[in-house]
């Protein structure tokens, strides 16, 4: 029985893995069968300002007093480089019908537009930008942070937060059913251009390590 895992796991290596569709297929399956909400993620370093949307952040401590989150953030968002450089993020829930805010923060780049132009300037008391009409904020402080390649992950202390408002909160099938579809269009279009760059990434990070 020993011999018969050890080679179930072997043909699992990573390599392997990549190869086949099916296993592919099946991982991408159990994926869909949850549907995580939208984060809007804002950070400041200095006047600089940026933000986007991200579904990488889960609740990571169950201990009442001791709340943490874990966020992973692609270096490509230009949010990446403000978290760096000032240790610290803000965490948005946006309401269901909240396709306007992912369309100012999901759809265009903050290397080449101002995310922030025209909103109020309000800040946590941390002081990350706070986005108005948002169903609540988290303060986040970076405790610790891992490169995965395409993605440094934060594990962050909550400092600070607060319900804005109540009610359902937009989720990745709640934005793809319900966002227009030259919005859709264009969420898929980025989704695989950043497929890409992520792609490359990884395996570059694996190659570094020896993992393939």
């Known amino acids: 029985m020993r011999h018969c895992a050890s080679a179930g796991r072997h043909d699992m290596s990573p390599e392997a893995h990549a190869r086949n569709p099916a296993a592919i297929n099946a991982v991408n399956e159990v994926f869909h069968l949850y549907d995580p909400p939208?984060?809007?993620?804002?950070?400041?370093?200095?006047?600089?300002?940026?933000?986007?949307i991200a579904t990488a952040a889960t609740r990571a401590s169950i201990v009442h007093e001791?709340?943490?989150m874990l966020v992973a953030v692609a270096k490509h968002h230009h949010t990446w480089r403000l978290i760096e450089a000032?240790?610290?993020f803000a965490l948005h829930l946006l309401a269901a019908d909240d396709i306007a805010g992912v369309r100012r923060f999901g759809l265009a780049?903050?290397?080449q537009v101002d995310k922030f132009a025209d909103l109020p300037s309000r800040e946590t008391p941390a002081g990350s930008p706070l986005i108005e009409g948002?169903?609540?904020?988290?303060d986040c402080r970076v405790e610790s942070r891992m490169d995965i390649g395409d993605r440094t992950t934060y594990l962050a202390e909550v400092t600070a937060g607060a319900v804005?408002?109540?009610?359902?909160?937009l989720t990745?099938?709640?934005?793809?059913?319900?966002?227009?579809?030259?919005d859709r269009a264009e969420l898929k279009r980025l989704y695989a251009q950043d497929?890409?760059?992520d792609r490359a990434a990884i395996l570059a990070w694996r190659r570094s390590r020896g993992d393939t």
Do not use: C, K, N
Request: charged share 20%; hydrophobic share 40%; glycine share 14%.
């Open 86 to 88: 000032s240790g610290s």
């Open 38 to 52: 939208l984060w809007l993620v804002t950070a400041r370093d200095g006047a600089r300002r940026g933000g986007f």
């Open 172 to 182: 990745v099938a709640g934005l793809l059913r319900d966002a227009p579809e030259a």
């Open 164 to 169: 804005l408002r109540r009610g359902p909160i």
């Open 134 to 138: 948002t169903m609540s904020w988290l």
């Open 66 to 68: 001791i709340p943490r």
């Open 195 to 197: 497929q890409e760059t």
């Open 109 to 111: 780049s903050g290397h």
